[in-house]
């Protein structure tokens, strides 16, 4: 089945690196992402990682993947107030092109 | 490039009656998909529609059903709304391998 788990808090603080975790079941998985939730307010895509590939670095931001182990990670440098929000996990399942299985969602909480 | 876009931004509506939420996506994307979030469950898929088409649908009864418009606008209705259906319904559109998610509906039943 298709499954996404994620820590559900993390508090930093201000400077410091964060990192997210994620792990999934689906093998199948071809592209995994990371959303970013603010109150009140939609989806943010972060960034996507291809299966194929075990790192992408854009700006603050590194994703590490571990296909055999089936964990994600997101890698949040010099975390500010700003980055306070909740980051989401998510695989593009195979039961189609377009759904999205997501996890529960990490709250991150920057203090300084 | 215009984001994708929602309407209405939020909805009080009573048990019994029904809704229709609207989605424009970014201008040239051709697929949408929409999901509900809501405390308990989190981001569930709903369906997904693609140049008028339904290509996938996920777990929920038959009271949710949607549409798409030849301009790729969608639409999602459902009837007979129950208080669990309380919820940010939120619409994507997808350009190759990413979707660019709207701010949200916000519907509340009574």
């Known amino acids: 089945g298709e499954d996404v788990e994620q820590s559900l808090f993390l508090s930093v603080r201000e400077g410091d690196s964060s990192v997210i975790n994620c792990t999934y079941t689906d093998s199948s998985s071809t592209y995994l992402y990371w959303y970013k939730q603010e109150p009140g307010a939609g989806l943010q895509l972060l960034t996507y990682?291809?299966?194929?590939?075990d790192m992408k670095q854009d700006q603050r931001l590194t994703v590490l993947l571990n296909k055999k182990d089936k964990h994600l990670s997101l890698r949040i440098a010099d975390t500010q107030t700003g980055d306070s929000a909740i980051y989401f996990c998510?695989?593009?399942?195979?039961?189609?092109?377009?759904?999205?299985?997501f996890g529960a969602g990490t709250r991150l909480a920057v203090h300084p | 490039k215009a984001g994708v876009t929602q309407t209405p931004r939020y909805l009080i509506k009573t048990r019994g009656q029904q809704v229709t939420l609207s989605c424009s996506p970014i201008?040239?994307?051709?697929?949408v998909s929409w999901y509900q979030q809501t405390p308990g469950q989190g981001l569930q898929f709903l369906f997904e529609?693609?140049?008028?088409?339904?290509?996938n649908k996920g777990n929920f009864p038959g009271r949710f059903s949607g549409r798409q418009f030849s301009n790729s606008r969608s639409e999602m209705n459902v009837s007979t709304l129950e208080l669990g259906d309380s919820a940010l319904y939120l619409c994507?559109?997808?350009?190759?391998?990413?979707?660019?998610f709207g701010p949200g509906t916000r519907l509340l039943v009574l």
């Open positions: 998510a695989e593009r399942g195979s039961g189609g092109y377009n759904k999205l299985i």
């Open positions: 201008s040239g994307h051709r697929s």
């Open positions: 529609y693609f140049s008028e088409t339904q290509r």
């Open positions: 990682i291809f299966s194929n590939m």
């Open positions: 994507a559109s997808r350009s190759q391998e990413t979707q660019y």
